[in-house]
């Protein structure tokens, strides 16, 4: 996309597989923009192959993003949504030849499965491959909510299978196998990279991959910000009975075709009834404390065969699991989902927060989490903190912690894993209004190290301090030397050297602005200890 303030230029054209395509080109390199990748299928149904086009496509402008319902997030919601989302944008170098053969940085956004985009202003890479160089980075659209993840009662019904999101994604890297040597990249030296829900897309490729294949196909390493291992993908029963109440309140269940009946519905119904889900929560909650209820991957699926939870399937197979892997954490992962789900009319007591913690992790386990983490105290007005404390220990910092270990210890020596420690002081960029989520402003809540990965150059809201650029550029520099080389270090990165995670030391980078060093063993004892012995089944 032309940056205002910035000379803009057409690139030579490119002839790729399906036709030919020409980008823009700025301060920082070429931008080819709402590439197709598919074709747009009748709704839940796996994305067709992309067909040839016989007019030159300029891919200088973004594409719309998949359909959703987004206001929360300023800088990470598209402008425009479609059915027809399938697209892909490219960054690389300035005028890369054709035959440089750069490494391959293939990113999926976050959002819950129900909201965020590959074209939204905070995922620019234009700026992040420029101010680095040797590398080309890649941002893939794939549906969200019921559009990606429902599923008929009969599982082998092709009409809409189910898991068709990471198809979406799958389709997308396999597009790239094809065609990103045409661009100047290496279909053989690929890293895949998401975070949040992004994560859980990076992690649920690497199990498909290497139960279909035994191998990783597609991709050669991998980065997951901020994964929440600790969240199970659905049981087919779990998933079954909220795609029936969802074709239920379209008016869609019983019916003779549910499936028909559902496509013959608008978007927007589609969407509404989505949003009209109840679960099965107490109600001083809004919504369930997980990531990304009902929509998300379904175990035992024929269209996209998942058949391990996260942490099992890491723990199974970490023998055979040689590849480089970065993974990490923000400080307070929990903080944003505490703020999203507890009703903000009703203080997080004593009573509540322990019925939180029985409803979440089973009435037999309240009291030792409840002593573990000094819930105890009848008077105390607010537990809001702690009950984040729980959730983020859970799902993601110890089982991070879990598999690092898993994986080195079967033999892996390239597991980096780092702690993010800071708030942006743009950060109304990142939660909007305060009132929606306050604590963010206050915490180092889930997705705060997005601006420093991607550095995005036309974020009107981003005003970077002369530090925070420096750091951002620091955390940029080590993202990409991992995509060329499976190792974040090099000598153009800001020091300190990044170890790789050890069993004596329990390793992670410690990234904060002024004293970025390292922390031993984080939340492990005896709080990982604990979530290890229990157990990551919810």
Not at 126 to 133: A, E, I, K, M
Not at 188 to 209: L, R
Request: charged share 15%; with cysteine.
């Amino acid at each position: 996309m032309c940056i205002i303030g910035i000379k803009c230029e057409l690139t030579e054209p490119i002839q790729i597989s399906q036709g030919q395509v020409i980008g823009s080109t700025n301060l920082y390199g070429d931008e080819f923009l709402g590439i197709k990748y598919g074709e747009c299928p009748k709704r839940f149904a796996p994305v067709d192959d992309v067909q040839p086009w016989t007019q030159t496509f300029y891919a200088i402008t973004p594409a719309p993003g998949c359909m959703q319902n987004c206001t929360s997030f300023p800088s990470a919601c598209p402008t425009n949504c479609s059915e027809c989302c399938f697209t892909l944008n490219i960054y690389r170098p300035l005028q890369t030849p054709g035959n440089a053969n750069l490494p391959v940085m293939v990113h999926f956004n976050g959002g819950s499965f129900t909201v965020g985009a590959a074209g939204v202003q905070l995922l620019n890479a234009s700026r992040l491959v420029g101010l680095n160089q040797g590398v080309i980075v890649i941002t893939c659209n794939y549906r969200l909510q019921a559009f990606g993840f429902y599923f008929s009662d009969n599982i082998t019904d092709s009409r809409a299978p189910g898991n068709v999101a990471l198809l979406d994604q799958q389709k997308c890297l396999e597009w790239i196998q094809k065609n990103v040597i045409y661009f100047g990249g290496d279909p053989s030296n690929v890293t895949i990279w998401g975070q949040s829900a992004g994560a859980s897309s990076v992690g649920f490729h690497m199990q498909q991959q290497f139960l279909k294949y035994n191998q990783f196909k597609l991709f050669n390493r991998v980065i997951f910000q901020s994964w929440p291992a600790g969240i199970q993908p659905r049981s087919l029963e779990q998933s079954k009975a909220y795609n029936r109440q969802f074709a239920e309140l379209c008016g869609c269940y019983p019916s003779l075709d549910v499936i028909a009946c559902l496509r013959n519905k608008n978007y927007t119904d589609i969407l509404k009834c989505s949003s009209l889900i109840k679960y099965d929560i107490p109600t001083y909650l809004n919504k369930p404390l997980t990531v990304g209820l009902p929509w998300d991957a379904t175990l035992n699926l024929p269209s996209y065969y998942l058949q391990y939870g996260n942490v099992d399937f890491i723990n199974r197979y970490a023998s055979q699991i040689n590849i480089p892997v970065i993974w990490g954490i923000d400080k307070d992962e929990g903080t944003l989902f505490i703020d999203e789900a507890v009703n903000k009319s009703v203080p997080l007591n004593y009573l509540i927060a322990k019925g939180i913690v029985g409803f979440l992790w089973y009435p037999q386990n309240v009291g030792k989490i409840s002593k573990l983490y000094n819930i105890t105290n009848p008077f105390k007005k607010d537990y809001h903190d702690i009950i984040a404390q729980i959730l983020a220990d859970y799902a993601f910092t110890c089982p991070m912690r879990n598999m690092s270990r898993s994986l080195t210890l079967a033999g892996n020596t390239n597991i980096y894993s780092y702690v993010f420690d800071y708030i942006i002081q743009a950060v109304e960029l990142l939660y909007g209004s305060s009132h929606w989520a306050p604590d963010c402003y206050t915490h180092v809540c889930h997705k705060s190290e997005m601006p420093f990965v991607f550095n995005p150059p036309n974020v009107p809201t981003i005003q970077f301090t002369d530090e925070e650029e420096t750091f951002a550029q620091s955390i940029g520099c080590r993202w990409t030397n991992f995509g060329k080389t499976g190792n974040p270090n090099s000598l153009s990165c800001t020091s300190p050297t990044w170890n790789a995670f050890t069993i004596n030391t329990n390793t992670s980078l410690y990234l904060t602005l002024d004293t970025t060093g390292y922390v031993s063993n984080y939340r492990g004892n005896p709080f990982c200890d604990f979530w290890d012995n229990l157990g990551y089944t919810f």
